[in-house]
Nanobody
Framework: QVRLVESGGGLVQAGGSLRVSCAAS??????????RGWFRQAPGKEREFVAAIRWITLSTTYADSVKGRFTISRDNAKNTVYLQMNGLKPEDTAVYFCAAGVIRRATWRDPLNYDYWGQGTQVTVSS
């Protein structure tokens, strides 16, 4: 059973930076299509895709709303994925969830690619 644990959320002022982490434990996929991603959910809104990284190739993709401000990366030895968030805006306030899975849909943004989810970490950006 794969377990994902997020950390690093908190309160930051608009324009500030924050890095959230997601550590995985349990069996790790060796598939070339192994994906790790970040989603977020703001109060009263649906969960939305933020970023994803293909573990083997290091290919990445981002939501348009965060492109140029957020960077996803991973540490293979620690089985951990990071989301560096710069230039934060109040509209980035949400619970951030990490996820793990394999590519099986046309777009990595599709939640159906992901089999495992963390419990989430709160990120709050004050204006």
């Amino acid at each position: 059973q794969v377990r994902l644990v997020e950390s690093g959320g908190g309160l930051v002022q608009a324009g500030g930076s924050l890095r959230v982490s997601c550590a995985a434990s349990g069996p790790t996929s060796t598939s070339i299509n192994y994906l790790r991603g970040w989603f977020r959910q703001a109060p009263g809104k649906e969960r939305e895709f933020v970023a994803a990284i293909r573990w083997i190739t290091l290919s990445t993709t981002y939501a348009d709303s965060v492109k140029g401000r957020f960077t996803i990366s991973r540490d293979n030895a620690k089985n951990t994925v990071y989301l560096q968030m710069n230039g934060l805006k109040p509209e980035d306030t949400a619970v951030y969830f990490c996820a793990a899975g394999v590519i099986r849909r046309a777009t990595w943004r599709d939640p159906l690619n992901y089999d495992y989810w963390g419990q989430g970490t709160q990120v709050t950006v004050s204006s």
